[in-house]
């Protein structure tokens, strides 16, 4: 089922004009101060300890950062040399380091009752960040606001009037939240067991990020299809990846597209969707061209498409990977739990650029 009103239309069919002063996870849709040769992720240490690790394309290490517990994903603030991630669901923290040399320079924990859930984003100036988590004993998700400006205190808080948000990107316009929202109950007292899988609703949700307003929520074809993540294009087009928590012999779309007023999903075909082990951890909208990337680490499998046609023009079995990230150029970079960064092309084979002595977590900022 489908809702939506014609305010959320227009705004999401606007063009690039905006593009400028997008907020977001990767060097190319949200400037930094740091330069293009550098990345960061959240890693697991052979010791059994966590970290954040920043590198360069070449795979040297560059600084590293212990965390105390580990963590998910991240993003940059823009106009500011200030890098954020937060802890893995459920997250009790997130940290903000010095994007050159690491140093932590706030270490802010969820409020009572609520944990994160290893997302964030900043708004177009940097000055607010929004941050999804859930209120566990009610079963409800939110997005929690901080003002960067006040070391980061809480503002306010968005409700989501649903389950189990997972990431959330901004829309090219700077004003509309796109929420993935899995739809999956879970509560830290029984660790990330899923207490609701017949009953699950999860969503695509594009909100109002001042007023909290929901504008539109697209629900997937089947309700066990838990969107989890998300991503749009400098054109508007977005992107929704689900994990599928149904049966592993079945196979169903794992990927929609929301663009020109329509919400649809795309179907690879019965022998990709079983590569990709109903299971997706990260998707990628190229800012420079029409491509996505996807990985998927239970598939083993990354793969990238043409995001008007659903056309297939990459695929490649990478073990564990989960990472993906757009590289200057037009292609894309891809990291697993094994260590590896893998460049990933359209065009080209693909090229392992380093093996390091680590567990890279589900993605990558650059």
Not at 49 to 60: E, K, N, P, V
Not at 244 to 269: C, K, M, N
Request: net charge neutral; aromatic share 8%; glycine share 12%.
């Amino acid at each position: 089922m489908i809702s939506f009103n014609r305010r959320t239309l227009f705004k999401a069919s606007l063009a690039a004009s905006a593009v400028a002063t997008l907020s977001g996870c990767s060097l190319l849709r949200g400037t930094t101060q740091s330069g293009p040769g550098q990345l960061a992720g959240a890693v697991g240490l052979p010791d059994g300890t966590f970290a954040i690790s920043a590198i360069d394309l070449q795979g040297r290490q560059l600084w590293q950062a212990p965390v105390e517990s580990r963590c998910h994903s991240g993003c940059t603030r823009p106009s500011s040399n200030e890098l954020l991630f937060v802890e893995r669901r459920p997250g009790w923290s997130f940290y903000v380091f010095n994007i050159h040399t690491g140093e932590r320079l706030h270490h802010i924990k969820a409020e009572g009752g609520e944990h994160f859930v290893g997302h964030g984003i900043f708004s177009p100036g940097g000055d607010y960040l929004y941050v999804p988590a859930n209120r566990y004993e009610q079963g409800e998700g939110i997005v929690a606001v901080y003002d960067s400006q006040q070391n980061y205190k809480r503002v306010k808080t968005l409700e989501l009037k649903g389950i189990g948000p997972h990431q959330l990107v901004m829309h090219p316009d700077g004003q509309t939240l796109i929420v993935a929202l899995g739809g999956i109950l879970t509560h830290p007292d029984y660790d990330r067991i899923k207490l609701n899988l017949d009953t699950m609703k999860p969503a695509l949700i594009l909100m109002d990020r001042n007023s909290g307003e929901i504008l539109a929520r697209f629900a997937p074809s089947h309700h066990q299809l838990s969107c989890r993540h998300v991503d749009v294009s400098p054109g508007g087009n977005i992107y929704a990846a689900y994990q599928y928590q149904g049966p592993r012999y079945e196979t169903r779309p794992l990927v929609a597209r929301y663009r020109g007023g329509q919400y649809e999903e795309i179907d690879f075909g019965h022998e990709v969707l079983a590569e990709l082990g109903n299971y997706i951890a990260s998707v990628v909208a190229h800012p420079e061209n029409d491509l996505v990337a996807l990985a998927s680490p239970i598939g083993g499998t990354a793969l990238i498409f043409e995001g008007s046609s659903g056309r297939i023009v990459s695929k490649t079995r990478i073990k564990d990977c989960a990472g993906a990230e757009a590289l200057p150029g037009g292609d894309f970079l891809i990291s697993s739990g094994q260590g590896e960064l893998i460049h990933l092309s359209a065009h080209r084979s693909p090229v392992e650029l380093a093996r390091m002595p680590l567990h890279w977590d589900h993605h990558l900022v650059l």
